[in-house]
Every structure is written in structure tokens, then in C-alpha cells.
């Protein structure tokens, strides 16, 4: 099985519903789309991702009614440098589809989705532990996995793997 | 009053903490709080070759270490574009659904120890016992088995290890009854769980249930079924459902789930392809002991990989498969060398905990041990 390479003009993909249908919303919504490996990425402008998020769960043909999960990648030294991913899953049509938002080094912040998905709640604290990025509009942001007085965000790439000693 | 249950509490099965607000005995306010199991498995993975995560995975919800590990590798294989073998496929499977009894047999022991119910878990104990020694013939290990590697297998199972998981597969349904008489039609066991911590369809699917947690409450999807992967397409079997939403529909679910697995065990032993357990890429997979001691060009690819590890082209991808606890993923991005950019672990158990605050509130506390049994939590994989 050798490898296709990855689709992303996003001219091609237009006819994906979940792009057809951010498209059809907002034009500037969708920032680029890319297929690889048999899954289809969306990169969301920052500003909408939670009416993008609303939009797509209430969608009538292809509702991606669960949120699977939130997480996110850190680009250092490039930027813009961190990537939120979240993973959407459409339990009456079983497709999947991923959407991307880009993010600035110098303080992250983005809207939640927890609004749309309750599922996030959890997902979100654990990014905003981890990365450090700030989640407006959040119930209750605060550290899940490290402890409440830590500081440093683990997961960074200019955290050392070792930690500070 | 605030009362501080755990972490180290027996019925949070780990080191799970749960705050209460309480008014008497009913629970006007629940918070679980997590982290006292965080080792950062997610930021050792980027620090390690690919062939090395997959003893990490184990460690990460040590009750299903096969599962873990095939999910970790199917995501590796999918960046590579590997083709496995049927035969690696086929013992995937049947290992898989071994490890979702020994889990849900652990569930049922634990769970109903919880609840009082003290003599099933001697019982659950015995049968897991079998099933670990098939992992440790297999294996050579009984829980961390790291059997699952990158492009296949790591070795043939031994000679009589098929005959020996047949003779479980046979007399294990019977096991099940016992269970079952044990606690299906027990009163005190009804009681405890019938109506207990209900949840329903929309909630489970808002707050991100997974597994038999989602399909307690009637939510039809199971991704072993519904996006297959390792070839379970090629298997017969049912998904069980309960519409209820509250423990005992939980309870009824799992039980079910136990005599569909061993029902998938037994036709994956009658189906039993023939031919090599791993995947014919000298780059990726280590070669045969036997072939680095003849052959120059094997010990050269032995060292290689071991030295150098191997490069997975540039990508992402989300590889999800269907643990005992519910679905879970494995997301992997790689920059084009020997090392993992990025691992992340989608934890079933960490949205199934959101579950708890909407099951328990305005209920008894004895409720809330109920609850937290129900949802079958493993601390490793929430904290990771």
C-alpha cells in the first residue's frame, strides 16, 4: 500500500459537506483544507471556530454530534505556533472530519466550544495545562493534570523533556 | 459539608479524587479532580524512536495493554502505509478480545466489590488468571505484554498456545453464567443499580461518553463495527444495547459484551490464517534472530533500526479503535524522522469522568460508588 500524496487545494475538496457547508456559511471561515491518508483536515479561521463548531454539529445531513477529542501541537520556533486539533465524529453517518486553528506564540487564546459540546470541558483544561493556551468563555479553567502550582506548560517544545531541575 | 473522598479511597479504583458537597446524605455538588497519576507519557513519546512508544503504551490504561498497543500501532502503520499480514491481523484481534474479557472481568470483580457483592470478585480473579498466562506464553510478560509491534507481531505464538486458548474459549461462557447467577437476578444487586445514576442518550453523547457507558444509555455505535480496523469486518457479532441508561444497564451491556468476545476469540482461532506475522519491510521491522546471525544485509537492518530507529514520512493521523472503556484514539503527527513529533492519547475514561457530576447529583453518596464503578474508570489512562 504505498502512500497518495495529501490533497490540499482546496478547490478539489470543496465537495466535502463539512467544507461545503462552512463555505456556504462564511466564505473567509475556511483557511485551507488538506486529505491525507484518508482523513480530511480543516483549518478554521480563529475568530469562528465556535459558531463553526455550532454550525456543524446542528448540520441536518451530516451532524458531527460528537466531539472526540481537543488537543493541540506546538510548531516552535515557527509560527504561527501552536495548531488546536479538534477531532469530530458523526455518530449516525460514522465519518470523521478534523479542524485546525492556527495560533500566534505571544498569548494564545481562543474561544471555547464547550458551549456546543459539553465534552470539551475537560479537554480544553487539559490544553490550556499543557500548552497554556487560554480558552474565553470557559466555566472553570484551571490545571487538570499537573499541579495547581506548576509553572511552565509541559508539553511546549521548549520545555525540556527532563523538566527543570 | 465538603467531603474529600480519595485519592486513595478503594472504590476510586486508583488515585482518583472526588469532592463532595453533601446536604446529609445526598450529594448536592461532585467534582472529581485528577492529575495524581500524571507521568507525562505524552512528552516521553516525542523523546523516544516509534518502535520504543510501544512499551509506554501499555503502562497508559494498564488493563488493556494489548488494545493500547494496537491502537498505537495501527496509527504508526497508517503514517507508514503499511500492509499487514492477515495472519498478525487475525492474532491482533483474537488478543484484543481477550484483553477486553481480562478488563471487563476486572471491571465486574472491582465493581461489584464495591457495591458489596464480595464473592464475584474471587470468582472474575480466577478466570483473569487464565488469561494472563495465555499472555505471559504469548508474550512473556503477564500485563505489560508489548506483544503488538510496528508492522506485525513480535514473535510466533507457541505451539500449543492455540489449543490452550480453545480450551478457555470452551469452558469460559459457563464462567459467565456463573456470574450472572451471582448477581443478574440478585436483589440486593438490583437494588443497587436498577435506576442508579442514569444518564441519557443526549447527555452521554454532549459530554462525550464512549463504549458501553454510551451504549448503556442506547446510543448504537461501536467503532470495531462501524469503522473497522485490523479486520474485524471479517467477524460476526453482535453489539449489545440497553436503553435505561442507569448501572445495571451498564452491567448488562459489559456481561453481553463478555460472551461476544469469546465468540469473536473462537472464530478468529477457526479462521486462523497461515503465512508470516509481520509485514515484509526490512526497514521498519526487525528481522528474524535466526536470519541476523546468517545474513549480512539483516544485521545491518537490525542495527539500523535499533541505532537510528526508522523515519515515518511527514503527517498526521488519528487512529481509533474501540478499548473496553470506549473509544480510544491515538492521535500522531510526524515531522519525517525517527521520532514522534507529537503523541496524543484520546482517553475514553477522561470524558466518561464528566459523566459523573450529571449521575450523582441530587443522589446518595453510597450512589456515587455505584456510579463510578459503572463508568469502569483506569486512573493511568485519565492521568497518562
Not at chain 2, 57 to 65: E, F, Q, S, V, W
Not at chain 2, 117 to 141: K, P
Not at chain 2, 267 to 285: E, H, Y
Request: charged share 25%; net charge negative; proline share 6%.
Amino acid at each position: 500500500m504505498a502512500l497518495t500524496p495529501a490533497i490540499t487545494d482546496l478547490e478539489q475538496l470543496k465537495g466535502h459537506p463539512a467544507i461545503a457547508r462552512l463555505q456556504g456559511w462564511n466564505t473567509a471561515s475556511v483557511e485551507g483544507a488538506k486529505f491525507d491518508r484518508d482523513e480530511m483536515s480543516i483549518y478554521v479561521e480563529r475568530s469562528v471556530i465556535r459558531e463553526a463548531s455550532a454550525l456543524l454539529r446542528d448540520d441536518a445531513q451530516c451532524p458531527f454530534n460528537y466531539l472526540s477529542d481537543v488537543t493541540c501541537v506546538d510548531w516552535y520556533p515557527s509560527e504561527p505556533r501552536f495548531e488546536v486539533i479538534y477531532h469530530l465524529l458523526s455518530i449516525p453517518n460514522k465519518e470523521r472530519v478534523r479542524l485546525k486553528v492556527r495560533l500566534s506564540g505571544d498569548s494564545p487564546a481562543l474561544e471555547s466550544v464547550t458551549s456546543v459540546w459539553p465534552s470539551a470541558n475537560y479537554f480544553e483544561r487539559e490544553v490550556f495545562d499543557l500548552f497554556g493556551i487560554r480558552f474565553s468563555g470557559h466555566p472553570y479553567l484551571r490545571r487538570i493534570q499537573m499541579p495547581e502550582d506548576w509553572e511552565g506548560h509541559p508539553l511546549r517544545k521548549d520545555y525540556p523533556v527532563e523538566g527543570y531541575r | 459539608m465538603i467531603l474529600n473522598m480519595g485519592p486513595q479511597h478503594p472504590s476510586t479504583h486508583g488515585v482518583l479524587r472526588v469532592i463532595l458537597e453533601i446536604d446529609g446524605e445526598n450529594v448536592v455538588r461532585i467534582m472529581p479532580d485528577i492529575g495524581y497519576l500524571h507521568t507525562g507519557i505524552e512528552k516521553t513519546c516525542e523523546a523516544k524512536f516509534y518502535q520504543q512508544v510501544v512499551p509506554l503504551t501499555d503502562r497508559i490504561d494498564y488493563l488493556c495493554p494489548m488494545t493500547n498497543n494496537l491502537c498505537y500501532v495501527l496509527a504508526v502503520e497508517k503514517l507508514l502505509g503499511l500492509e499487514i499480514p492477515p495472519k498478525a491481523q487475525w492474532l491482533r484481534v483474537m488478543l484484543n478480545e481477550l484483553t477486553r474479557i481480562n478488563s471487563h472481568l476486572v471491571w465486574l470483580g472491582t465493581h461489584a466489590m464495591d457495591i458489596g457483592a464480595l464473592t464475584v470478585f474471587l470468582y472474575c480473579f480466577r478466570e483473569r488468571e487464565d488469561i494472563l498466562r495465555l499472555f505471559e506464553a504469548v508474550s512473556g510478560q503477564r500485563m505489560m505484554t508489548s506483544y503488538f509491534r510496528v508492522g506485525g507481531v513480535a514473535l510466533e505464538p507457541p505451539l500449543d498456545f492455540f489449543d490452550r486458548v480453545r480450551k478457555f474459549a470452551d469452558t469460559f461462557p459457563s464462567k459467565v453464567d456463573e456470574y450472572e447467577n451471582l448477581l443478574t437476578g440478585n436483589p440486593i444487586w438490583v437494588m443497587r443499580t436498577k435506576g442508579v445514576a442514569r444518564i441519557t442518550a443526549e447527555d452521554a453523547i454532549a459530554l462525550g461518553a464512549s463504549g458501553p457507558t454510551l451504549r448503556g444509555s442506547g446510543v448504537d455505535i461501536d467503532l470495531r463495527r462501524d469503522m473497522p480496523y485490523s479486520g474485524y469486518e471479517n467477524f460476526k457479532f453482535k453489539v449489545p444495547l440497553a436503553s435505561e441508561g442507569d448501572v445495571f444497564a451498564r452491567y448488562q451491556c459489559r456481561v453481553a459484551e463478555l460472551r461476544e468476545s469469546i465468540s469473536i476469540v473462537r472464530q478468529a482461532l477457526d479462521g486462523m490464517p497461515q503465512g508470516p506475522i509481520k509485514a515484509d519491510a526490512p526497514k521498519v521491522v526487525l528481522p528474524d534472530r535466526e536470519k541476523m546471525k546468517t545474513q549480512m544485509e539483516s544485521l545491518i537492518y537490525h542495527f539500523k533500526i535499533i541505532t537510528e530507529g526508522f523515519a515515518v514520512p511527514e503527517g498526521e493521523v488519528y487512529q481509533a479503535v474501540e478499548s473496553p472503556r470506549g473509544e480510544m484514539g491515538y492521535y500522531i503527527v510526524s515531522d519525517g524522522t525517527a521520532k514522534p513529533y507529537r503523541v496524543h492519547m484520546r482517553s475514553a475514561c477522561l470524558a466518561n469522568l464528566q459523566l459523573l457530576p450529571k449521575m450523582c447529583e441530587g443522589r446518595l453518596i453510597a450512589d456515587v460508588v455505584a456510579a463510578i464503578g459503572s463508568i469502569d474508570i483506569v486512573l493511568g489512562e485519565i492521568d497518562r
